[in-house]
């Protein structure tokens, strides 16, 4: 069975533009983002890749004409081969009218009201509906699906099947949080045997969504809201929550089943509703690094507050020991690994693609296991890579470097060569642009499209920071480490391995002065666990660094700068080298420098 996976609106951005102020910091404030396409054949996933690392605009909305043809050319199928086409949200009339009856039922002017209900309206008829959905496919492909192969699959269901798959198709608890699906933010619940159970009275709606509470205080610091919140986390590190944190005591308050309302509900149509509130609480916000740390320590205190109680009820459900933790919120990874710790459970798998960049995977994931030709046992799922996107061959890279010829200069190399030169110029305070390979899904480079650099120098974060990759000072940089090689370095806790940068450890005080660029100033670090097995090239240049350093970690960021999509192509890894001081650059067996 082949099964085509999509995300993504053509009108959506225009609509929510003009209909509810999405421009400017509210840019990313719509449905839609982070679109993208997979393939699942046979229930093996064959491809998935980002729209925006084809379009170069990043998170984008846009229907993902060029990802849903990179799919399908990867594994040679044309649009009449596929058996299901999925897409990860399911706006029925159902659920407009319930829509509608909640924006009814909420506080708001008559006024206020009335174009909410209006916009929605609009938004069903124009965008989102089935029928909308189907006329947009078919005008950006040429192919008009039979609608009875395609599945309309709830947000949050997508989100839990995209955690289920990529553990391995292990039952086990889930917890499902992110700014808001059609209707909720939160859904509690459990998988077996690929079999979803919701735990409906636990459910979060979108009034009280702990993802759009620390979306607003993201937007109250001077940041952009629904992709700016990891600054938030970053901050966090600069300041200890206030003894009597007023999130805790005054906003958030809990319920059984794991349930939480806020004091003040956050207002649909007004995002800086609660504005004034962070000032009642803060003082009057100000633009310094303590009073930034000092608010977001506290909402980073609250969003503990806020899962513990989530998970605490899991705990009572499900007699699985299993837990996925996906959506948005999942990739708060400072509150993930206390979670694990705070929890019986026995592990936590945070997956790469928990924002709605896996929702791709988790939609066809779900059409597929569910779909009634699919017959036999269900078998546990493959492992799954992040390496699922476009890959460039020796040519491809040589007909790119030579366009680019007068500006760069470069040496073809052998693997081996590659790992001894690399791991030599690492040895000093370079900073290298690493590209090989498919391009890895999701919101975090693991390797296959990084920068890379020499943990050992304190100052190294600031350097890369502040030329190349043109962001806030305050930022840490994850490390990456072999995975056997890990709990020497980090208090891993009940874990043994994080190949997705999904959760932060505390390093070993040993390791402080040995690792200072990639020790964020709290101690801690964002770790990549790796193996010769998933990135066996990249392993081999750690090992070859750490023989010649005693250092056992490498810095490793995303390869492209602040603002713009990790880069995809040899030509997107050459530009972002030339505008920045980026000073070696490997294109697969090249060695690159600039004349």
Not at 210 to 225: D, H, Q
Not at 371 to 388: F, I, N, Q, S, W
């Amino acid at each position: 069975m082949k099964v085509l996976g999509w995300n993504g609106f053509t009108r959506v951005s225009d609509f929510f533009a003009e209909h509810f102020g999405a421009v400017g910091t509210e840019k990313h404030y719509l449905l839609g983002h982070d679109a993208g396409a997979s393939l699942l054949v046979d229930g093996e996933l064959v491809a998935a890749v980002e729209e925006e690392r084809l379009n170069r605009e990043k998170k984008t909305t846009d229907f993902p004409v060029n990802s849903v043809n990179w799919c399908l050319e990867q594994a040679g199928l044309d649009f009449s081969d596929l058996d299901l086409i999925a897409i990860p949200w399911n706006w029925s009339a159902e659920v407009e009218e319930e829509i509608v009856a909640d924006i009814t039922a909420a506080s708001l002017e008559p006024a206020a009201r009335d174009y909410l209900v209006s916009s929605m309206r609009k938004l069903f008829a124009e965008v989102v509906s089935p029928e909308a959905v189907l006329a947009d496919f078919a005008a950006r492909t040429g192919f008009t699906p039979d609608p009875a192969k395609v599945v309309f699959v709830p947000h949050h269901l997508a989100h839990a099947m995209t955690g289920w798959y990529l553990a391995g198709g292990k039952d086990a608890a889930f917890l499902v949080s992110d700014g808001r699906a059609e209707r909720f933010s939160t859904l509690l619940g459990e998988v077996r045997d690929g079999r979803i159970r919701v735990f409906d009275e636990s459910t979060i709606g979108a009034e009280y969504s702990i993802g759009l509470l620390f979306g607003a205080i993201t937007r109250f610091l001077g940041f952009v809201p629904n992709n700016d919140e990891y600054k938030v986390m970053g901050l966090a590190g600069y300041a200890d929550p206030p003894a009597v944190n007023p999130f805790v005591e005054n906003l958030v308050q809990l319920h059984e089943d794991g349930r939480y309302t806020f004091t003040r509900p956050l207002q649909t149509d007004d995002p800086r509703s609660l504005e004034p509130v962070f000032e009642e609480y803060f003082g009057p916000r100000q633009d310094t690094l303590e009073y930034q740390a000092r608010v977001a320590a506290a909402a980073q205190e609250m969003l503990g507050v806020v899962t513990r109680h989530q998970v605490r009820a899991l705990e009572a459900k499900s007699d699985l020991n299993h837990l996925l933790f996906e959506g948005g919120v999942a990739l708060n990874c400072l509150n993930n690994t206390p979670l694990l710790e705070g929890s019986r459970f026995d592990d936590m798998d945070v997956s790469f693609g928990a924002s709605d960049t896996g929702i791709v995977i988790g939609a066809a994931v779900h059409a597929w296991v569910n779909h009634p030709d699919r017959t036999g046992e269900l078998k546990p799922a493959p492992r799954v890579t992040p390496y699922l996107g476009p890959e460039y061959d020796d040519a491809a890279i040589e007909r790119t470097l030579r366009d680019f010829d007068g500006r760069v200069r470069w040496t073809r190399l052998s693997d081996d060569e590659v790992v001894d030169q690399v791991a030599k110029l690492l040895t000093e305070k370079a900073v290298v642009g690493w590209f090989e390979g498919r391009v890895e899904h999701g919101p975090r480079a693991l390797g296959h499209r990084s920068i890379l650099a020499n943990p050992s120098f304190p100052d190294i974060k600031d350097i890369i920071n502040t030329k190349v990759k043109h962001r806030e000072p305050f930022r840490p940089f994850a490390p990456l480490v072999i995975e056997s090689d890990a709990p020497k370095v980090f208090e891993m806790g009940r874990k043994s391995r994080s190949p997705y940068m999904t959760f932060v450890f505390p390093v070993r005080p040993e390791f402080h002065e040995v690792i200072p660029g990639a020790t964020h100033v709290d101690g801690t670090s964002r770790v990549q666990t790796i193996t010769d097995e998933d990135t066996p090239r990249l392993a081999a240049l750690l090992r070859r660094f750490t023989a010649l350093t005693d250092v056992p970690c490498l810095i490793n960021t995303s390869f492209n700068v602040a603002g713009e999509p990790i880069v995809c192509t040899p030509a997107d890894a050459l530009n972002c080298f030339l505008g920045t001081e980026i000073d070696h650059l490997v294109l697969g067996n090249h060695l690159v420098t600039k004349v």
